[in-house]
Structures are given as C-alpha cells and as structure tokens.
C-alpha cells in the first residue's frame, strides 16, 4: 500500500499536479516571510488586511482572558457560550436575516446545511463551477445532483421544470473562488419563485467586501439595473436551441428575485475578509432550528474557543465602517486590470479582490509563479483538479492592504517575464 502511495504521488509530480505546504514565519500580511525569506504577497483571502490587525488581536486576547482557551465540548452540550450567542445574533442582524448560527469552517457549514435540508427524494441543482465544499455537501446528502453549465440560466430553469422531487434545492458560489465572477442570484431567486425551490448561497468571498457596508453580496444588486439577456452571464432571448425558449421567456416574466427572501440560506466565511475563523449560515429561524438539530457537522463537533467570537465581533464593526477600506481595494484592481493589459495571459473577467490570471498549461502556470517568486513575489498557481483541465492559472488576490506600489511591483515582474 504505501509504494502504490508513492508511485500515485509520483505519477502526480510528473504531471505538475503535486501539492506542497510552506510555512511562513511571519503574520499574515502583503509582506510576509515564507521559509526564512521576505516575499510580497497576492494569495491571501485577507481581503480587507483585517487578519493581523491590531484591534483584533486585542479583542481576541481579552476574549481568552475572560473565557478562556478552548470551548470544551460541542454547542449542544456544554460548548455554547455567551460570545457565541451574542455574535450569531449580530451576524443575522448584519446580513438582515432573522437568525444565524455559527460553524467552525465554511466547509462544515456546507455539509452541514444541505445534509440537513435536502435527502433522498430530493433534488440539488449546483453551478459546476462552486467549491469543493458544495460538491461534497451533495454526495453527502444523497439527494439526486444535477449540475448546470456555469451561470447558465436558461439550462437551470430546464431542469427545474423536469424535476418533482419533494424538495429543490439551488447551491451556488456568490463569487466563484477560481474565477472571482458572480453568480446572477437575482435570477436564481427568481427561478426559485417559479419553481418553488431554496437557494443556498455560499458567500465566502463576497462578505466584507462586496454590497452596502460590505454585507456581501446579496446586497451587492441592491440598485443594479436588471441586466441584459445575453450568453454566458444569465439567459440568451434568442438562444438557438429551441426547447430552451420557452423557459428564456418564463424567466423574463418572472424577472429578477428579491434577494431577502426566506428562501434564501446563506453562507459566509469569517476568515477571510473577516480576517479571523469559522463561518455562519443565516436563514429564517425554521431553518436555524432545523441545523441546530439535524446539521451533523454543527451537532457533532466541539465549538469553536469563544474567544474567536469575541475577534469576529470587533472584526464586524470594522467591516461596517470599511468603506474607505473596499473602496481602495476597487482602485487596486482597476490599477492591475490596466497593468496587466497586452500581456500573452489575460485577466479573466472579473470586478472582485480574485483576478486569475490564465496560462493554460499546468507547467507553464508553475514557471510563472517560480519566476515571480524569484522576483520575490509570491502567487499561487492554481492547476487541476481545482480548475478544469487547461485552465491553470495564476490566483492573484488583491487586499486592502496592499499599496499602489505593490500592485505596481507584481505589474513591471509580470511583465519582465512575459518578455
């Protein structure tokens, strides 16, 4: 067993699918050191430059000193502490849904929430592009999975209408964590009005950053016009394939959703723009109830220190008043979009913090970033099977505390190497 290990970790080596850990000896930071050596940094998810900030790491050492280190048991025993209570209670108030409870990672929230909603005899419709977390939540479950072309609107509103399983259930990235592009969730709710489906939202990289107060992106097509129908983005109103018609007109009469719904559960992470740990999925009560009860991953695992309660509230009150913070991150991008124009990789399309940079091949992804980190930069390369076959990228993510000289910096090595 173990040589076949080896030879399969081989086998993944030779085809430049070989993941490796490093560590880095600093906080985290847009300068950090990675093995004993200082780099400038755009692969964090610390969007906001919130993970090492100094009121944070007040209110998590007051949170220890007052409640100690670890919680002790699980939220259903003797686990659940006044920190907790009192941060789910913000959190719904936060994104304005009636109640909310914590998980300890975005990946147990997702298990948790569609094991417990959805089963056998239901249906769950998932974009192929969501996260790994979504994907596994469905097997989970044991639900019939039926998966839709990326944002594909009309392809969705078709398979909704051959489905009569007892319950449906829309899953979906809000910002898609490889792409960095939005899901159309005014037309998925729409879509769920029509077919009286949910919606779960998994919102781990638009909260903080995206909508009013960076509330995230359910708040984010507050006074957006409705968009065009058109391929690729939402629905096309003169798609070829006839069949498909009809639900291109179904949708246009149903029009765009109102994204406070009860029906809409949604997920977030706190520990990226957040900058600290764990996730919450906020719903209407019935549906917190049911998690509380039936949602194995919250049930049967100890809760999170108390302490990291304490971090994310101050945490929150730093989000609502960032809107100096998000509105520097939108310049940042901006500044890297006309940067980076001309290059033989393209930005792919996308207005958010992530902005994959496309290589295509997994070992010419790998020679790029090496040739970054020789420069002293660092960027991830992304390969399969996190992306699809010949998409292997560059993962750029931009944070708040990044400065106009450092997006220049990773601007002029891009371009040195392209030469």
């Known amino acids: 067993m173990l040589s076949e290990l080896q030879n399969e970790l081989n086998e993944r080596a030779a085809q430049g699918l070989l993941r490796q850990r490093r560590t880095l000896d600093s906080p985290q930071s847009p300068h950090i050191v990675v093995d004993g050596k200082s780099y400038l940094s755009f692969c964090s998810n610390d969007y906001l430059g919130l993970a090492n900030h100094p009121q944070l790491v007040i209110a998590l050492q007051q949170g220890a000193q007052q409640w100690g280190v ?21 959190l719904a108030a936060f994104v304005r849904k009636p109640a909310a409870l914590l998980f300890s990672t975005g990946y147990m929230a997702n298990l948790g929430a569609v094991q417990a909603l959805v089963g056998k005899g239901d249906t769950v419709f998932a974009d192929k592009l969501n996260h790994a977390s979504l994907n596994d939540a ?8 039926k998966r839709y072309r990326h944002n594909d609107i009309a392809q969705l509103a078709a398979l909704l209408e051959q489905t009569t ?6 899953i979906t990235d809000a910002v898609f964590s490889m792409d960095g592009d939005l899901a159309p969730l005014p037309e998925l709710l729409a879509l769920c009005e029509q077919y009286d489906a949910w919606l779960l939202v998994d919102d781990a990289h638009g909260f903080g950053v995206l909508g009013e107060q960076g509330r995230g992106s359910l708040f984010n097509f507050k006074s957006s016009p409705p ?53 919450f999925v906020a719903a209407e009560q019935v549906v917190i109830d049911t998690l509380v009860n039936q949602a194995r991953s919250y049930v049967y695992t100890t809760a999170a220190p108390p302490a990291l309660a304490c971090a994310v509230s101050a945490s929150l009150q730093l989000i609502e008043q ?9 310049g940042l991008i901006a500044q890297l979009h006309n940067g980076l124009a001309g290059l033989p990789w393209e930005l792919m399309p996308s207005d958010t913090a992530i902005q994959p940079l496309l290589v295509g091949d997994n070992q010419a992804a790998l020679a790029l970033s090496e040739g970054l980190r020789e420069r002293g930069i660092w960027v991830a390369a ?12 560059l993962r750029i993510t931009l944070s708040a505390a990044h400065s106009e000289n450092d997006v220049e910096q990773l601007i002029g090595a891009l371009h040195e190497l392209a030469q």
């Open 322 to 330: 960032g809107d100096a913070l998000r509105e520097h991150l939108r």
């Open 227 to 279: 968009p065009l129908l058109q391929r690729g983005g939402h629905v096309d109103a003169h798609v070829e394939n006839p069949p498909l018609q009809k639900h291109v007109l179904s949708l246009s009469k149903w029009g765009r959703g109102d994204l406070h719904s009860p029906r809409i559960i949604y997920m977030a992470t706190l520990g990226k723009a957040a900058g600290v740990f764990g996730a």
């Open 382 to 393: 992304i390969r399969p099977p996190t992306v699809p076959p010949g998409t292997a990228r």
């Open 70 to 90: 670890g919680a002790g048991a699980a939220h259903l025993v003797s686990g659940h502490f006044e920190p907790h209570h009192r941060l789910e209670q913000e």
């Open 138 to 145: 469905m097997l989970l479950s044991r639900a019939e999975m």
């Open 165 to 170: 399983s007892r319950r449906k259930l829309i």
